[in-house]
């Protein structure tokens, strides 16, 4: 006989989990004390909104669900900006809520939420688990559902009686990984699709890569010399100094790269939904029905035909896909191949930063500076806000599992991402971008790097307004400013208070010196860096904005 508690914790132990994002809540108390006896590490963090969404960001780097423990009501509805990203960027999550006890629900009892409507549009699944005795079926059904298809969250709901009583119940396995692999007659279609092709292109996106499946796509783009760019935030999945890569199908997109996708005449879309913003609001594709051949490549069959017809759909993951299609060559060299080395040096130029603005902080000496300080292996996490702009246009990613950003353009992200990233890879280093508005989103889970010693850098960029909305409302309603401003607090000094190390540069010339005290202080660290506001983006001021100069 076993508590729900206890088959929980082996549930997890049996799927592989070993480790789990948290705040603790009563609703949960008998998970929390079969974690006691377990080797699953257990991370405790300061807000829900922060837990679920380290829990996405290990499920983002790894392909595997990341874990994430909440109580009711608040706990659940303060989680939900989490279950949202994984939702919108398919990533594999699994929630679990400590839910009122049985005999108390549909009396709106205290902090009583109903999961299943609360959740239901914006998670794959929503579960309540009644009988104990179910949770091996169930939990491993989660992971099932987390990863398989087209990944997202999954939310299961823990009414607290359930959870206190003893049950008989079958030992649990691990769920079975199901792929979907491209037949040999949709890959026949493929080859003489751009057999036929004068300028084709390739964009990568979504979710089930890996490291071996980047590596294969390097091979395909090498063989086709195919041009290839990365879908919003998606940057981690191509070289961007390999000769095929032409830039990031993302927002604010180089003008020479849009203009080259809008006249392909085959466009290979692997893995990727290629939604409103990495499709400029549908105008790269136009939906439902493309100027371009479009090859749609997707794990689920549901999102092939969704958006835009296809006139080639092929139901796989990433990953079986560019294993098969490997082994696939041309005939010859292809004829766009000065195209593809022209679209690379396009990028080029378009990658590399200003090294002027206004204001005594330059933003591009810094990027450079960062470009050549950090190793590789540097994952990279930020929220959303203009100041990401100097992360995804200027950095240039060469390797898979360095990337982790919300392609739903939630703010808040990076800090607790961060944190996340730096407990999967305690080795590498791990940086974090924010802006004072979406660093004061989930900034306080720097407590949490310092309460479990992970070093991170979170760079924090000021400038005393939430910048993008103040870019939109100073282009539509020049002057008019409303509810932009911000008054921030000393952030180094907040860093200090939280007992990890902080830095304030307010010249460019002091970022690289302040830098590297950061790095060698071997604590949490931030270092904020303080805008002019007018520099709110690479080559337009507020000024010119307001101006429409």
């Known amino acids: 006989m076993k508590t729900g508690g206890q088959l929980i914790v082996e549930a997890l132990e049996a799927n592989g989990t070993d480790r789990i994002f948290c705040v603790p809540g009563e609703s949960y108390l008998a998970v929390l004390d079969a974690l006691h006896d377990s080797s699953i590490r257990t991370i405790v963090c300061r807000q829900e909104g922060g837990a679920a969404m380290m829990a996405d960001c290990q499920g983002r780097l790894t392909g595997k669900p990341g874990i994430c423990f909440v109580t009711r009501g608040p706990g659940a509805t303060n989680a939900s900006a989490g279950i949202h990203i994984a939702m919108q960027d398919s990533v594999p999550l699994i929630l679990f809520i400590g839910q009122v006890a049985s005999h108390a629900k549909e009396r709106e009892a205290f902090q009583e939420v109903d999961y299943k409507r609360f959740f239901g549009d914006i998670a794959k699944w929503v579960v309540e688990i009644d009988d104990a005795s179910r949770i091996p079926e169930f939990v491993t059904r989660a992971f099932a559902v987390a990863t398989s298809g087209r990944p997202g969250p999954v939310v299961i709901s823990l009414p607290e009686d359930m959870l206190t009583s003893e049950v008989e119940a079958p030992e649990a396995l691990p769920h079975t990984p199901v792929e979907t692999r491209p037949g040999e007659a949709e890959l026949d279609a493929l080859e003489m699709l751009l057999s036929s092709a004068k300028r084709p292109f390739v964009i990568l996106g979504g979710t089930r890569w890996d490291e071996e499946a980047v590596a294969r796509m390097r091979v395909i783009a090498e063989a086709w010399s195919l041009p290839v760019g990365c879908s919003f935030r998606r940057?981690?999945?191509?070289?961007?100094?390999?000769?095929?890569?032409?830039?990031?199908?993302?927002?604010?997109?180089?003008?020479?790269?849009?203009?080259?996708?809008?006249?392909?005449?085959?466009?290979?879309?692997?893995?990727?939904?290629?939604?409103?913003?990495?499709?400029?609001?549908?105008?790269?594709?136009?939906?439902?029905?493309?100027?371009?051949?479009?090859?749609?490549?997707?794990?689920?069959?549901?999102?092939?035909?969704?958006?835009?017809?296809?006139?080639?759909?092929?139901?796989?993951?990433?990953?079986?896909?560019?294993?098969?299609?490997?082994?696939?060559?041309?005939?010859?060299?292809?004829?766009?191949?000065?195209?593809?080395?022209?679209?690379?040096?396009?990028?080029?130029?378009?990658?590399?930063?200003?090294?002027?603005?206004?204001?005594?902080?330059?933003?591009?000496?810094?990027?450079?500076?960062?470009?050549?300080?950090?190793?590789?292996?540097?994952?990279?996490?930020?929220?959303?806000?203009?100041?990401?702009?100097?992360?995804?246009?200027?950095?240039?990613?060469?390797?898979?599992?360095?990337?982790?950003?919300?392609?739903?353009?939630?703010?808040?992200?990076?800090?607790?991402?961060?944190?996340?990233?730096?407990?999967?890879?305690?080795?590498?280093?791990?940086?974090?971008?924010?802006?004072?508005?979406?660093?004061?989103?989930?900034?306080?889970?720097?407590?949490?790097?310092?309460?479990?010693?992970?070093?991170?850098?979170?760079?924090?960029?000021?400038?005393?307004?939430?910048?993008?909305?103040?870019?939109?409302?100073?282009?539509?309603?020049?002057?008019?400013?409303?509810?932009?401003?911000?008054?921030?607090?000393?952030?180094?000094?907040?860093?200090?208070?939280?007992?990890?190390?902080?830095?304030?540069?307010?010249?460019?010339?002091?970022?690289?010196?302040?830098?590297?005290?950061?790095?060698?202080?071997?604590?949490?660290?931030?270092?904020?860096?303080?805008?002019?506001?007018?520099?709110?983006?690479?080559?337009?001021?507020?000024?010119?904005?307001?101006?429409?100069?």
């Not at 809008?262 to 990727?272: E, M, P, S, T, Y």
């Not at 195209?339 to 200003?354: D, F, Q």
């Not at 599992?401 to 703010?411: E, K, N, W």
């Open 235 to 549: 940057q981690m999945l191509f070289d961007h100094l390999h000769a095929s890569y032409a830039g990031d199908v993302g927002i604010g997109i180089n003008p020479k790269l849009a203009a080259q996708i809008k006249a392909a005449d085959v466009v290979l879309l692997i893995g990727g939904r290629m939604g409103e913003m990495p499709s400029s609001d549908y105008t790269l594709l136009k939906s439902p029905y493309p100027d371009q051949a479009l090859v749609h490549v997707q794990a689920d069959a549901g999102e092939l035909g969704r958006v835009y017809r296809p006139t080639l759909a092929i139901n796989a993951s990433p990953s079986a896909f560019v294993e098969a299609f490997a082994k696939r060559k041309p005939a010859g060299t292809p004829s766009w191949a000065n195209e593809t080395a022209k679209a690379h040096a396009a990028y080029l130029e378009w990658s590399t930063p200003p090294q002027t603005g206004p204001g005594a902080v330059q933003m591009g000496p810094i990027m450079n500076y960062l470009e050549k300080a950090l190793p590789e292996d540097a994952i990279l996490t930020n929220g959303a806000g203009n100041y990401a702009t100097w992360v995804h246009r200027f950095h240039r990613s060469r390797r898979f599992a360095t990337q982790a950003a919300p392609t739903s353009g939630s703010m808040g992200y990076g800090t607790p991402a961060a944190v996340a990233a730096k407990a999967l890879f305690p080795d590498r280093e791990v940086i974090a971008f924010a802006g004072d508005g979406c660093f004061l989103m989930n900034g306080q889970e720097f407590a949490t790097a310092v309460q479990y010693n992970l070093p991170i850098i979170v760079i924090v960029v000021n400038n005393g307004i939430y910048g993008t909305i103040r870019m939109h409302q100073e282009r539509e309603y020049p002057g008019r400013v409303v509810a932009t401003d911000l008054k921030n607090p000393d952030f180094a000094a907040l860093a200090r208070a939280y007992g990890g190390h902080g830095e304030t540069v307010e010249k460019t010339e002091d970022f690289a010196a302040a830098f590297e005290r950061a790095r060698a202080s071997g604590r949490p660290a931030i270092v904020e860096i303080r805008l002019d506001p007018e520099a709110i983006t690479p080559t337009r001021t507020l000024t010119q904005i307001r101006n429409k100069s």
